[in-house]
């Protein structure tokens, strides 16, 4: 079944009782049992609930797995793959990273004793060399978060795999519309399900996919134990999203290529961050393991001053400086102070975000009015 079928059918059926076409809002806390131990499946919806099985078989489904979960955010995904690690466990991950999951890696696991080594994963020699009989996790983002860098999948996870170690993709920025991780042999696929699979900026969500039945069993068990679950109504609202996840895609994949070859030109703008550039440090292994480069780019100004840019935020008008991204609607963030801004400065510049990086989400609008509106606030 190709993407697009799979995006509008994949884990829905007609209700059983109506024939509704749609799943329905199941918003109930728990159901009747006819005898104890007897019922429909479904007993407290914590534990399940049929909206949300829906969308966790449909996200299994986009992502070419096997089990689905979802959670109130996508931290608290995250949690939930660090919660199967024990104390003294080790997890190497990327130094360009989400300023969330630094801020859990180090103000929260970093207490139970899990250590975490941060590095640039592009150069499979770090990863050989942070590897000890401690390590149980590898955790990637690819596209990173602000900076766009570009892992390797299928030769991280040849390593992985060597040393018995998980591998966990958080694939948010790609979406399984561009990046399939199961497939390039990664144990866990997660996303922030508020981005480009919700599309709308109307939910907040997370979700965890694996092929792998103890991985997944160890996940369920943690989902239903700690109790981040994902609404009946967030759940239909992102199952109605997904519907449309390969139309959006396309458009913002169009869109990413003419916004980021406009930034490339303009006399203002240092460096532009984007993976189909092919002056891009690895867009050879991007072309390779994606079906396209998205509508996220970054990209910082000539002079670095963190006054002029704050100064330009405030110029855009179809842009809208917000948190977030992967709605229809475009929008800009500054990561030093907003996403990143956990992330001590120091380690910020190590990674490339300096004060003058802006962080574009380009939505679905016209891309010559996105342009317009560049070139307005850049003037």
Not at 54 to 79: H, I, K, W
Not at 151 to 176: C, M, R, S, W
Not at 319 to 331: I, M, N, P, Q, Y
């Amino acid at each position: 079944m190709k993407f697009g079928t799979k995006a509008i059918h994949a884990g829905v059926e007609p209700d059983p009782s109506t024939g509704a076409i749609m799943t329905p809002i199941y918003q109930t806390s728990t159901y009747v049992q006819e005898g104890i131990g007897e019922h429909k499946g479904y007993a407290y919806s914590r534990t399940s609930n049929p909206t949300r099985s829906a969308l966790e078989n449909a996200l299994a489904a986009l992502e070419n797995g096997t089990y689905g979960a979802c959670f109130a955010s996508g931290l608290s995904a995250v949690d939930a793959v660090l919660k199967m690690l024990t104390p003294g466990d080790e997890v190497i991950t990327t130094a360009d990273l989400y300023g969330g999951t630094y801020r859990i890696f180090t103000t929260i696991f970093e207490k139970y004793s899990i250590r975490f080594h941060f590095a640039t994963l592009d150069e499979l020699e770090d990863i050989e060399r942070l590897i000890t009989p401690k390590t149980r996790l590898v955790w990637l983002e690819t596209p990173t978060n602000p900076m766009m860098n570009i892992v390797d999948i299928e030769a991280v996870a040849k390593i992985t795999q060597k040393h018995g170690i998980y591998l966990a993709v958080d694939n948010t920025f790609a979406t399984p519309y561009l990046q399939n991780p199961l497939d390039l042999g990664a144990d866990i696929v997660m996303h922030s399900v508020t981005k480009y699979l919700g599309g709308h900026s109307d939910v907040v969500m997370g979700a965890l996919v694996t092929s792998d039945h103890t991985v997944a069993k160890e996940i369920y068990r943690i989902q239903n134990s700690s109790g981040a679950i994902a609404a009946p109504m967030d759940c239909f609202l992102v199952l109605r999203g997904i519907k449309t996840l390969h139309l959006r895609m396309q458009r913002h994949c169009e869109n990413g290529i003419r916004v980021a070859q406009w930034l490339k030109d303009h006399p203002k703008v240092d460096k532009v961050y984007w993976p189909g550039f092919h002056t891009h440090p690895n867009h050879a292994v991007a072309q390779r393991q994606m079906r396209g480069f998205g509508g996220m780019i970054s990209f910082s100004l000539v002079g670095n001053s963190l006054t002029e840019t704050h100064a330009l935020l405030k110029k855009f008008k179809i842009f809208a400086l917000a948190e977030s991204l992967g709605g229809v609607e475009s929008l800009l963030c500054h990561p030093a102070t907003m996403t990143h801004g956990s992330i001590p400065k120091e380690e910020r510049e190590k990674a490339g975000i300096v004060d003058s990086l802006i962080r574009l989400s380009v939505g679905v609008e016209d891309s010559e009015d996105l342009i317009q509106d560049l070139q307005h606030a850049l003037a």
